[in-house]
């Protein structure tokens, strides 16, 4: 009887065991990941790559970019057209009172409207360097949901804040890049 015993417990730990790999299997599956090589807008001289993981509803944000503006913080966003249209980075054309920026209503129509701030928006370090990381809970504390996302390849990552006029706007894109799946 003993023996009975410990084969039916071999056998239901082995079946556990093989359960957990599964889920594992199933979430690694259920995983998407996304990469945007960013680029300047607006003369910034600001590049980096971003990058964004989905796991169910769970986002992860990773952008490393280079010649920010030097000790300023920099907001960040994924923006999104309406109808999942396909959002671009803006072209030189699209500086449509010919000032030489392109501002955000000049920009919008090609990159859309904010759909997740990445907050809290990184300070460049003193060499105009950015380094962040976050996890967002979608559907959660005012994020969009999974659904509201739809689909991330025609999302877009834009970084603000240049100086201009000797004065550092935080408004202005700096960079930006068009999401693609990895």
Excluded: W
């Excluded at 600001?46 to 992860?60: E, F």
């Excluded at 449509?96 to 990159?111: L, R, V």
């Excluded at 976050?134 to 994020?143: A, I, R």
């Amino acid at each position: 009887m003993n023996l009975i015993k410990g084969l039916f417990l071999s056998v239901l730990a082995l079946g556990v065991a093989s359960c957990d790999d599964d889920d594992d299997n199933e979430n690694m599956e259920n995983m998407m990941s996304y990469e945007a090589q960013l680029g300047s807008i607006n003369d910034s001289g600001a590049t980096g790559t971003a990058t964004v993981t989905m796991q169910g509803d769970i986002l992860t944000v990773n952008v490393i970019a280079q010649g920010m503006t030097p000790n300023q913080a920099h907001p960040q966003h994924i923006h999104g057209l309406e109808d999942g249209e396909n959002g671009t980075c803006p072209p030189a054309s699209a500086d449509t009172d010919e000032d030489g920026i392109i501002t955000i209503p000049e920009g919008a129509p090609s990159y859309g409207e904010v759909l997740l701030p990445l907050q809290d928006f990184p300070t460049a370090d003193a060499d105009g360097n950015i380094n962040y990381e976050k996890t967002f809970m979608l559907g959660e504390n005012g994020n969009p949901t999974v659904e509201d996302l739809d689909d991330l390849e025609d999302r877009v990552i834009v970084l603000h804040g240049i100086n201009n006029n000797d004065e550092y706007v935080a408004t202005i894109p700096a960079a930006c890049g068009e999401l693609e799946e990895m």
